[in-house]
């Protein structure tokens, strides 16, 4: 399995982007994919992840209402739109496959059985 981010960028507070996680190989329908951020000397933390198996999304307090996270079956891609962007957004962002979902966000990333590169989001003030 092999994932990789993009769509990163540099953008305004309050701009918005939208990263991309595209997938190749096997990936279980009772996985989830998660989206996962680290700043510069912060733990990794989860953002959001999205259930294959029923699409059900989880959203980190610090994000809901901000980021919407998708999916396209067709592309086998998952998609993380982010809506007024902060400069605390600011972060590699990482995707990330496992079949924990929720506790995997939750913590951080355990269980997450993939991983992809990161992609820089960059929120100036």
């Known amino acids: 399995v092999q994932l990789q981010a993009s769509g990163g960028g540099l953008v305004q507070t309050g701009g918005s982007l939208r990263l991309s996680c595209a997938a190749s190989g096997f990936i279980p329908d009772y996985y989830s994919i998660g989206w996962f951020r680290q700043a510069p000397g912060k733990e990794r933390e989860g953002v959001s992840c999205?259930?294959?198996?029923?699409?059900?999304?989880y959203y980190a307090e610090s994000v809901k209402g901000r980021f919407t996270i998708s999916r396209d079956n067709a592309k086998n891609t998952v998609y993380l739109q982010m809506n007024s962007l902060k400069p605390e957004d600011t972060a590699v962002y990482f995707c990330?496959?496992?079949?924990?979902?929720?506790?995997?966000?939750?913590?951080?990333?355990?269980?997450?059985?993939?991983w992809g590169k990161g992609t820089q989001v960059t929120v100036s003030s």
């Open positions: 990330a496959a496992g079949p924990y979902g929720l506790a995997g966000v939750v913590s951080g990333g355990y269980g997450m059985d993939y």
């Open positions: 999205i259930s294959l198996s029923n699409d059900s999304a």
